[in-house]
């Protein structure tokens, strides 16, 4: 395939080799986990895109015939690096890297992209230097095109990262404004997966997508397509477009807020951060309740989402005293209970570690969080099947 004028890229089919190729374990990081290290403190950022980043790593001698291809009219050819197209080359391209760059400061990788934060120049400039030297000790080679030095916004991973705030990147969901009503099942789900990758953005998600969300239950055949359903997809489409922004971690200074509610559909919380007096929302979270949590008290219930919560925003909170809220007021007695016994002992054992202080908030006050586990996340269900009616 052409990539660009006069850049060829090979595309070879390795699916028969996949299927004998043993799987490697490495994990790649996740992507809202590495968007939640930026700190706001940072100002200025650097991106550098590896050269054909996969080519930069070099196959064992012996593994090089299993790579061989051959083409109509060139002949036949193995790969001398790792090729596009092998299951295991994210892995083969990310463990080097990650060991390569460990103990630098205020760096963050994606496969082959790496992103330098500072918080002035000077800094920076400094942090360059170290990157840079490690790529010469690594043999790493950048595309000088895809260099972005000394920047005070940044596209990253499908969104907008500058002076503390995080945003959708405009470009990535221009295309959102185009979507037309599904016909399959299979394209409303793709839908769903679009808009849920941008969720955190968008307070009451989940009430918004709820009438798309339910057309997926129930593994149906054919689904007719309604007005309410239209409402939601392009009430959503505006929430997208309207490019919401939401505050980045201020990891040196500023209490953080776990805002937690329950009822009986679902699970909700707010994770916000006190900066120079002011509340900021970091993150929106809900998700619905299992068929067996669906029977449990409204203790457990509230229990239930301090720790689903807690968990969630655990990188935020380990290390750090922060305050927990809730409006159920029984819980303010989570760190003194005699004698818990049965899950509700399991459950406070899962959060004996953390430092909190527990705040309790009559009802009006947390809306917010009501609103949330009333009209929880309901992920798109994974079979898919025939025609949408419209």
Sequence with gaps: SRKRRNDLRLVVDYRALNKQVV??????PRIDEILDS?????????????????????????????????????????????????????????????HLLRGLNNIIHFVDDVIAMDKDAEDHLMTLAKVFEKFREGNLKCRPEKVNLFQTKLKFLGVVVTQGQISPDPEKIESVKNIKPPQTIKQLRGILGLMSY????????????????????????????????????????????????????????????????????????????????????????????????????????????????????????VGRKFKLRSDHKSLQYLQTFKKPSGILARWILKIQDLDYEFEHLKGKQNAPCDYLSRFPDNAPLENENEEINT
């Design 198 to 317: 941008f969720r955190k953005f968008i307070r009451n998600y989940a009430q918004i997508a709820k009438p798309l969300t339910d057309l997926t239950r129930g593994n149906p055949q054919k689904i007719t397509w309604s007005k309410l359903a239209q409402d939601s997809l392009d009430h959503l489409k505006k929430a997208l477009t309207s490019e919401p922004i939401l505050c980045l971690p201020d990891f040196q200074t500023g209490q953080f807020v776990v805002t937690t509610d329950a009822s009986t559909k679902g699970i909700g919380a707010i994770l916000s951060q006190i900066i120079n007096g002011e509340e900021k929302v970091i993150a929106y979270a809900s998700r619905t309740l299992t068929t067996g949590e669906s029977n449990y008290s409204a203790t457990q219930l509230e229990l239930l989402s301090i720790i689903h919560h807690l968990e969630k925003f655990k990188h935020y909170l």
């Design 23 to 28: 799987s490697d374990k490495f994990p790649l």
């Design 38 to 98: 930026i700190s706001s403190k940072n100002k200025i950022f650097t991106s550098l895109d590896l050269t054909q980043g996969y080519h930069q790593v070099k196959i064992k001698a012996a593994d090089i015939f299993k790579t061989a291809f051959s083409t109509s009219e060139c002949g036949s050819y193995e790969y001398l690096r790792v090729p596009f197209g092998l299951k295991t080359s994210s892995s083969a391209l990310c463990r080097p890297l990650l």
